[in-house]
C-alpha cells in the first residue's frame, strides 16, 4: 500500500507534470476544470449525475467563423475524450476506495486455477520444436514407438486449423494440448506388446516426459518451475498494490493521477475510509426517505407492488452493508472490539426504535494505553563518592514499582526500558533516583531527588532532560534526569489534546481541558474531557447527529486562537485550539466521527505569520491539506469531493466490468471469461457499497460474454450457465435449492457438480421437488416482513421492466448462439477442448429454452432443436471437408478421384461425432486421428447423433453415387472406398445396416458379381493359355502358370473376404461360389497338368541314357502345390469342423499315383532294355556262342546304374514332397526286383552265362545299396523276390566260380557292402 511518504519518489514526477502544465499554451487547458470551478460544481466529477446536467469544465465551441468543419469536428472528439478521462478518473477513485477498505467481500481462494495461454507466436515455436525433434536435430532419444506417437500428434493436432482457430479464440493452454497428447498415446501404449520388467503405466510417464521435454524446448526447467509458481501465485491472490496498478492498466489511469487521487483521499488512513463509507451509507438512507416522502420517481416495476418493496430494498441493503461494517475492527489487527452501538437518527429496520439504548454512559468508554519509559542518564550528580551505587525507580501512578540497574555514581547510565499499561489518558510517571545506604542500621535506601511527568499521546518521543525535585539534605541542587517517554494510542482512541471548550449542556464554563475523541463503535464517536490520573471520563459528547465546521472567533471568549464548532439541533458546542495545524486535524477527525455530508473547508490561507509578530512564514496545514491542495491544483479536487450516491453506479459498474473483461481476456491466462479472484474481490465489493443489482450485474456480464463468444472468443458456457440461471431465477423467482447455489462467489467445482450431475436427473422428477420446495417456502416467506414475493438469489424481490426486457433479449441471444455452437461444435470444441465445455452447452441449452425457473421444458422440444442444429452441422461438416478433400484429392496419386480422400475424411469426423476411440484399421492415411468423446456430451440424445451421423452419411452418399457413375464399367478402383465406408460402418453398433450402409450394399453388390464373373472368366482363359505354353520351368513351388493361377484365386478371395459384406446370406454365397470355382480351376490345372506329364514321358528315351528331365519335377511339384491350395481355397467353414471339397482331393490323389505309375513303367521299360541286351547270351542260342568270343565289358550295367542314380538324385533334390518320392522309390525298387526275378524264373532250366551273371550282380548289388541309401525300408529291399534273385544269383556264382576263367572278383558276396568300382 502506498502512503504519503510513499509518494516522495514520484516527487520529481510530479513536480515534472506540473511544471509542463504550467507552460502549456492556453488552447490546450480548456478541457480541464480548474481549481475553483471544480469546487462550485455538483462533485459529478466530469459525469452526469441524475438528473443533473454536465460538469462545467467543457469548454466553449469556437466561433463558426474562424473554425472549419474539420476544427469541430477534432474539438468534438477532444471533448469526447476528454469527458470519457473524467468518467475514468470519477470511476477510478470508487475503486480505489472499494480496494482501500473492503467490508463486504474478499478475495476467494477456491476458484479454479487458470493455465497460461498459448499464443500464436507460441503455436509456431512449439510446431518447430517438434519438427526438430522428427528430423533428429535433438538430442532427445526415442523410440519407433514414440517418434511415430509424436508424428500423428503433430500431423493431426498441431498443423490442424481447428488448433489455430481455439488459440485465435484464446482457449487453448498448455495444459490442454498435455491432455490432447496423453489421450492420443493411452491407446497406443495399450496395444504394445508386454515386456518384462517394464510396466506400460512407466512407458506411459516416460512418454509424456519427452513430450514435455519437447514442448519446453532449450528452456531451464527451473527458471519455467519458478515462472509457473509466480504465476499460479499471482492467479490466487493480489496485493492492495497489485490491485490498483491492474486496474490503472484496465481504466487508462497515469500512476501520477493515482498518486495525487490516493494521497487526496487519504486511502491509507482507515479512519478517513470508514467515515468515507458512513457518509456514503447515511446518503443513501436519505435517499431512500426522499423517495418516500417527496414521491421520487421509482424504477419501472413488473408490478406497482414492488414500489413500496423496492424501498425497504435499499433499506435493509443499507442496513446490510452497516451490519457488515459494524463487524469490522476498528483498525485492521487489533484487538479491540467494538460495541453494537447504532446512530439514533437511522431510520432503517435494524434500529431498536429506543433511544436510551444508543445513548452513551462514562463506563462505555475505556481506553487503555501502553506507555514506554526509559531512563538514559543523570546529570549534576557531584556529592556522592565516585563508587557509591545510585539507581532508579519508575512508577505509572496507581500501578506497580520497577527498578534499573545498579550503577557508579562516577558514570549513572542505564538505558533501561519499563512498560506500563494504564486506562488514564493523562497518567503520573513518577521517577526517583536513590542511593545505597551505607549506614549499619539504614533500612531504606536513601532517595535524592524524584521527576513526576504529565505525559499524553502527544508528547515527544524522543528522550529529554527533566530537572528533578531534589530530596532534603541532598547538596546537589542542579540535578536532572534524561529519560524518554512513549505513550502510545490505542486504536479507538482517533485524536487527542488540550482544547478550550464551552457548550450548552455540557462543558458549561469556558475552560481549557483534556479531550479524547473515542470510537467506541463503528457509527458511535464521543467527545470525552479527562483530567489528571483519572480513567473514566469527566463530561462526554456523543456525536452523533452533530456537524462540525470551522468558525470565526467568538467575542467574549479568552483563550484559544482559532476556533471550530459542532452543531445540532438545540445545541452548539464550542472549541478553540491554540494553532491552526491542531484545529484542522481535530476538525478532520470529527468529521469523520459525525459522518455528515457537508465537508468542512480549512481557510485558503495555509501560511500564517506567528502570532506573537515572528516574520518567519509557518505551515500551519497538516500534510492532507498540503494533498487536497496539490489534487485540487490538478483538477482532481471533483472526483475526491463527489458524492457517490449522485451517480447513476449501474452504467458505471457496467464500464469497469465490460473493461476488466476486456483486461482479463488478454491477459496470459486462459480465462474462458472468468474473472481472476482479484478482480471478482473489486467488483463484488463495488456492487455491494454502491448498490449495483445483482441481475443488472450479470446481465451486463452476460451481454458482454455474448458479444465476445459472438466475435469468436472462447467462453466457457458453464460460466454463462451461472450467470443465465442467476438472471433467470431474479426474473422468474426461483426455489431454495438454486438460491443455495447461486451464492456468488461459488468455486467452479461446485457449480460443476450442481449444474451438471454426474448422475442426471429425470426433468419430471426435479420439477415435481422444486415445485413441492416452491410450495414450503411461500409458506415460510409469508412470516417475512419484507419479502413476501418469490425468493430470489440475491434477496432482491423487485424486477425492473428493463431487467425483464434485457433478460428476454440475452436469453434470445444466448439461445441463437448455443444453436450456433452446436451446429458448428467441431470447430467450437476442436479435440474435446475445453474439456466438458459440449456437455456443458447442451445443458444450458436445456436451461435457456425453459420458460421459467421451475417448468421443465419437454424433451422433444429439445430433442427438436438439437435434431436441427446437428442436421445443420452435418451441411456445415461436409461442406467443409468437401473443400478441404478437393484441396488434398490434387495432391495424392494413389488414387485418382477426392471422393477417396474425401472417404477418410468422413471417417474421421463421423468416428469423432459417434464417440469411438479408434480409427479403422483400413485408412487412406497413415496418421492415427485422434477420437472426441462427443457421444458422452449427447448422452442423452444418442439417436439425435445418430440421425447427424445418417445425415451427414448422406450428403456425402449424393457426391459418391456422382463419383461412381463417371467410372468406366468394368472399373474396379472403386472398392477401396467401399472397403473404408463397410470397415467403419459395419462395426459401429448405430450405423451398421443403416440408411447409408444399405444403400452402399445395394450399389455394391452388382459390381461384385460382375467382378466376380470377370474374373472366374478370366482365370479360365489364362489356364488354358498357360499351360499351351508352359515350358515347366520351375517357378517357386510349381510351374509359371500354376503359380499365377494360385495366387489369382487366393487375391480373388482375400479381396472378396476383405469386404467383410455385411449382409450374412450375400457374403455365403460369395464365399460358396469362390469355393467352387477354385475347386474347378484347381480340377483344370490338375487334369492339364497330368496330361502334359504323360505326353513328356513318351517323348523322352527308353534306354539307359535317359535323365529324369526338371519338368518331370517341377509336374510333380505342381500336384503337391495343388494339394497344398486346394486346402485353403477349396475349404468350406462349417461350425467348428473344416470339411475339405471331396472331389478336388481326390482327384489329385490319383493323379499323383497315376503319375508315379507312369514313371516307374518308364524306369521299368528301361530295364526290360537291359535285360533284352542280356537275353542275347541265353545257353542254346545262336547268338551266344558268337557273343562269347567277343569277351564284352560292364558297360551295360554301370550305364544302368548310373541311370538309375542320377534319376534318385535328380527326383529327390526337385520335387518337394517327401511322402510322393518314398512311394515312388518303393514302386520303382519293388517293380524292377520283380522283372529281375521274372526273367530269372523263366530261365530257371537254363544256365546264366558268365557275362549274363556278372551284369545282374553288379546291377541287383547296386540297386539294393542305392536304395537303401534313398531311405527304403528293409522290409521292402529285402522282398521275397529280392530273396529269390540273391539265391539264384548266388547259386550260379558258386556252378560259374568253378568254371574256366571264373568271375573275375564279382560276387554276390557283402551286397551291402560298399564297394570300390565304379
Known sequence: MLDPSSSEEEGDEILEVERKEVAAPKTTGGARLSPGRAADGHGGGGLQPRGRGSGSGRPSSPSPSVGSDKEKEDLEKMQREEEERKKRLQLYVFVMRCIAYPFNAKQPTDMARRQQKISKQHLQTVKERFQQFLNGETQIVADEAFINAVQSYYEVFL??????????????????????????????????????????????????????????????????????????????????????????????????EHQLLYNACQLDNPDEQAAQIRRELDGRLQMADQITQLGGRFPRFASREMEAMFIEELRSSVNLLMANLESMPVSKGGEFKLQK??????????????????????????????????????????????????????????????????AEASKPTWGTQGDFTTTQPLPAVKVKLFTESTGVLALEDKELGRVVLHPTPNSPKQSELHKMTVSKGCPDSDLKIKLAIRMDKPQNMKHCGYLWAIGKNVWKRWKKRFFVLVQVSQYTFAMCSYREKKAEPVELLQLDGYTVDYTDPQPGLDGGRTFFNAVKEGDTVIFASDDEQDRILWVQAM??????????????????????????????????????????????????????????????????????????????????????????????????RYGVRGCHRHLCYLSDLLERAENGAMIDPTLLHYSFAFCASHVHGNSQRVSELLNWPVSEAELEQALFPSVPELPAHTAKRELKIIEFMKKKDLRSPIFSGTRRP????????????????????????????????????????????????????????????????????????????????????????????????????????????????????????????????????????????????????????????????????????????????DSWDSFPLFQLLNDFLRIDYNLCNGKFHKHLQDLYAPLVVRYVDLMESSIAQSIHRGFERESWEPVNNGSGTSEDLFWKLDALQTFIRDLHWPEEEFGKHLETRLKLMSSDMIESCVKRTRAA????????????????????????????????????????????????????????????????????????????????????????????????????????????????????????????????????????YTSTMNLVGTWLTDRMDLQLHVYQLKILIRVVKKKYRDFRLQGVLDSTLNSKMYETVRNRLTLEEATASVREGGMQGISMKDSDEEDNDN
Open 159 to 256: 498443423k490442424s486449423d481447428r488448433v489455430s482457430r481455439m488459440v485465435q479464440s484464446g482457449g487453448c493452454s498448455a495444459s490442454d494440448s498435455r491432455e490432447v497428447f496423453k489421450k492420443h498415446i493411452e491407446k497406443r501404449v495399450r496395444s504394445l506388446p508386454e515386456i518384462d520388467g517394464l510396466s506400460k503405466e512407466t512407458v506411459l510417464s516416460s512418454w509424456i516426459a519427452k513430450f514435455d521435454t519437447i514442448y519446453r524446448g532449450e528452456e531451464d526447467p527451473r527458471k519455467h518451475q519458478q515462472r509457473m509458481t509466480a504465476s499460479a501465485a499471482s492467479e490466487l491472490i493480489l496485493s492492495k498494490d497489485q490491485l490498483y496498478e491492474m486496474f490503472q492498466q484496465i481504466l487508462g489511469i497515469k500512476k501520477f
Open 591 to 688: 468529521y469523520r466521527a459525525t459522518g455528515q455530508s457537508h465537508k468542512p473547508v480549512p481557510p485558503t490561507q495555509v501560511q500564517k505569520l506567528n502570532s506573537r509578530g515572528g516574520t518567519a512564514p509557518q505551515l500551519d496545514a497538516p500534510i492532507s491539506q498540503f494533498y487536497a491542495d496539490r489534487a485540487q491544483k490538478h483538477g482532481m479536487d471533483e472526483f475526491i469531493s463527489a458524492n457517490p450516491c449522485n451517480f447513476d453506479h449501474a452504467s458505471l459498474f457496467e464500464l469497469v466490468q465490460r473493461l476488466t473483461l476486456d483486461h482479463r481476456l488478454n491477459d496470459s491466462y486462459s480465462c474462458l471469461g472468468w474473472f481472476s479472484p482479484g478482480q471478482v474481490f473489486v467488483l463484488d465489493e463495488y456492487c455491494a
Open 341 to 406: 452501538l447504532k446512530r439514533g437518527h437511522n431510520t432503517s429496520i435494524m434500529d431498536m426504535g429506543q433511544e436510551d439504548e444508543n445513548t452513551l454512559s462514562k463506563s462505555d468508554v475505556v481506553l487503555s494505553f501502553t506507555l514506554e519509559v526509559v531512563i538514559m542518564e543523570v546529570h549534576g550528580l557531584k556529592s556522592l563518592a565516585p563508587n557509591r551505587i545510585v539507581y532508579c525507580t519508575m512508577e505509572v501512578e496507581g500501578g506497580h514499582k520497577l527498578q534499573t540497574d545498579q
Open 794 to 969: 440475491d434477496g432482491i424481490g423487485t424486477v425492473t421492466v428493463e431487467e425483464k426486457e434485457r433478460f428476454e433479449e440475452i436469453k434470445e441471444r444466448l439461445r441463437v448462439l448455443l444453436e450456433n455452437q452446436i451446429t458448428h461444435f467441431r470447430y467450437c470444441f476442436p479435440f474435446g477442448r475445453p474439456e466438458g465445455a459440449l456437455k456443458a452447452t447442451l445443458s444450458l441449452l436445456e436451461r435457456v429454452l425453459m420458460k421459467d425457473i421451475v417448468t421443465p421444458v419437454p424433451q422433444e422440444d429439445v430433442k427438436a432443436v438439437i435434431r436441427k442444429c446437428l442436421e445443420q452441422a452435418a451441411l456445415v461438416n461436409y461442406q467443409r471437408l468437401s473443400d478441404y478433400a478437393k484441396l488434398e484429392g490434387k495432391k495424392r496419386e494413389m488414387y485418382e478421384h477426392p471422393v477417396f480422400c474425401l472417404a477418410s475424411q468422413v471417417m474421421d469426423l463421423t468416428i469423432q461425432n459417434v464417440g469411438r476411440l479408434a480409427t479403422p484399421a483400413k485408412k487412406l492415411e497413415d496418421t492415427i486421428r485422434l477420437a472426441e468423446l462427443v457421444i458422452e456430451a449427447f448422452a442423452w440424445w444418442s439417436d439425435l447423433m445418430v440421425e447427424h451421423a445418417e445425415t451427414f452419411l448422406c450428403l456425402y452418399s449424393a457426391d459418391m453415387d456422382a463419383a461412381l457413375e463417371v467410372q468406366p464399367p
Open 1093 to 1228: 506329364f504323360e505326353a513328356k514321358l513318351q517323348k523322352s528315351s527308353r534306354a539307359t541314357d535317359f535323365r529324369v528331365p526338371q519338368s518331370i519335377c517341377t509336374m510333380f511339384n505342381v500336384m503337391v502345390d495343388a494339394k497344398a491350395q486346394s486346402a485353403k481355397l477349396c475349404a468350406m467353414d462349417l461350425g467348428q469342423e473344416r470339411q475339405y471339397h471331396s472331389q478336388i482331393d481326390n482327384l489329385i490323389e490319383e493323379t499323383v499315383k497315376e503319375m508315379i505309375t507312369l514313371l516307374v513303367a518308364k524306369f521299368v521299360v528301361i530295364l526290360e532294355s537291359v535285360l533284352a541286351k542280356l537275353s542275347r547270351y541265353d545257353e542254346g542260342t545262336l547268338f551266344s556262342s558268337f557273343l562269347s568270343f567277343t569277351k564284352p565289358g560292364m558297360d551295360v550295367a554301370d550305364g544302368y546304374v548310373t541311370f538309375v542314380r542320377h534319376s534318385q538324385d535328380m527326383l529327390r533334390e526337385k520335387v518337394n514332397e517327401e511322402v510322393y518320392i518314398e512311394r515312388l522309390f518303393d514302386q520303382w
